[in-house]
Nanobody
Framework: QERQLESGGGSVQAGGSLRLSCAAS????????MAWFRQRPGKEREGVAA????????FYVDSVKGRFTISADNFKKMVYLQMNDLKPEDTAMYYC????????????????WGQGTQVTVSS
């Protein structure tokens, strides 16, 4: 089973921007239900942004709202996360996965995870 391939991470200073990309496969891509997760040091993995319906409506957790933008290209099976005004607390390994958002909680559809891409934000 093919896994997602995340890329675009790096090291930036606070206030900087990064654009993450995720290449999924036919096995791991969900039309209109892809999400970005992150795992900060010493913390559990958490969802931060998701596409929740056929109109591409996004959902964001409060900590990234107004700074992050999720988008997807269903034809290419690609998902993107534009991250602006980055903060040190955004430092984490970022992953994409198919997921549903139910009552504000991110529910991964499968247990297939890519290697992630590291984002490090310095103050």
């Amino acid at each position: 089973q093919e896994r997602q391939l995340e890329s675009g991470g790096g090291s930036v200073q606070a206030g900087g921007s990064l654009r993450l990309s995720c290449a999924a496969s036919r096995y791991t891509y969900c039309v209109n239900c892809m999400a970005w997760f992150r795992q900060r040091p010493g913390k559990e993995r958490e969802g931060v942004a998701a596409i929740v319906d056929g109109n591409g409506t996004p959902f964001y957790v409060d900590s990234v709202k107004g700074r992050f933008t999720i988008s997807a290209d269903n034809f290419k099976k690609m998902v993107y996360l534009q991250m602006n005004d980055l903060k040190p607390e955004d430092t984490a390994m970022y992953y994409c996965a198919a997921a549903k958002v139910i009552g504000g909680a991110f529910r991964p559809i499968s247990d297939t995870w890519g290697q992630g891409t590291q984002v490090t934000v310095s103050s």
